[in-house]
């Protein structure tokens, strides 16, 4: 079992991303489902399966899923497993579609990319399937393209345009740290 935590950054306090609980394992699978035809595992996941996934996941010491909340609201996900040294990215959805094009998402992302780079390693990437429009987005968020296979591409961030923001890493539940867990 891992410890809980969630990061933040002074460049925009309002988006913290924290590592998801059991009690996000509905807005995991709902925003999953929701969006199952721009990924490759295109199958309805069921409760039972979401449990499954995540009892394994809280097993599974290299590989951390988050929730993007804004303003004390879970809007959305994104998550990183490591791999022979590298950063996959994956699961990254907008949960909330209201939320969208405000640049939330590109924060958090850059969060995760900040992290996950000097703690972890420089070499970040995903694979997205050809026909997402998220490539557009992922591109505007320093993502080139490094192969390209039969239907997807492999995406690569380019650490030289990105822009790393500073971060801050808070061990243990956000929901049950007063200041910064709930409206003041
Ligand atoms: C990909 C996804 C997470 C992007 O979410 P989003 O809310 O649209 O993302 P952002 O708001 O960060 O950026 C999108 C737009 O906001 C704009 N924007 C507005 N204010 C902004 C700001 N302050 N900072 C940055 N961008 C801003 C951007 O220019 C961008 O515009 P454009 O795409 O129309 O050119 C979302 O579309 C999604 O969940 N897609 C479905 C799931 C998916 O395909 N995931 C990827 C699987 S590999």
Redesign the pocket.
């Known amino acids: 079992m891992r410890k809980e935590f969630f990061l933040k950054s002074k460049n925009f306090a309002n988006v913290i991303l924290k590592t998801a609980e059991e009690k996000d394992c509905e807005n995991l699978r709902q925003w999953k489902n929701a ?1 199952r035809s ?2 490759f595992f295109q199958d309805i996941i069921s409760s039972d399966q979401q449990q499954k996934w995540f009892q394994e996941y809280l097993e599974r010491q290299n590989d951390y899923m988050f929730m993007v909340v804004y303003k004390f609201i879970p809007i ?1 996900c994104m998550g990183f497993r490591l791999i022979n040294g590298e950063a996959d990215i994956y699961n ?3 949960g909330r579609p209201a939320m ?7 924060h958090a992302l850059r969060l995760m990319c900040s992290y996950i780079h000097s703690e972890w390693t420089p070499q970040i990437a ?1 694979k ?1 399937l050809k026909t ?1 429009p ?1 490539v ?2 992922y591109k ?1 968020n320093h993502f080139e393209e490094s192969a390209s296979q039969p239907g997807f591409l492999q995406l690569r961030l380019n650490i030289k345009n990105f822009k790393f923001c500073e971060w801050e890493k808070t061990n243990g539940n956000l929901s049950n740290t007063p200041k910064i867990g709930r409206p003041s």
């Not at 969208?100 to 590109?106: I, R, V």
């Open positions: 969006h721009l990924f959305g990254v959805i907008l969208g094009g405000k640049g939330l998402m590109s995903l997205v997402n998220a557009k987005w505007m």
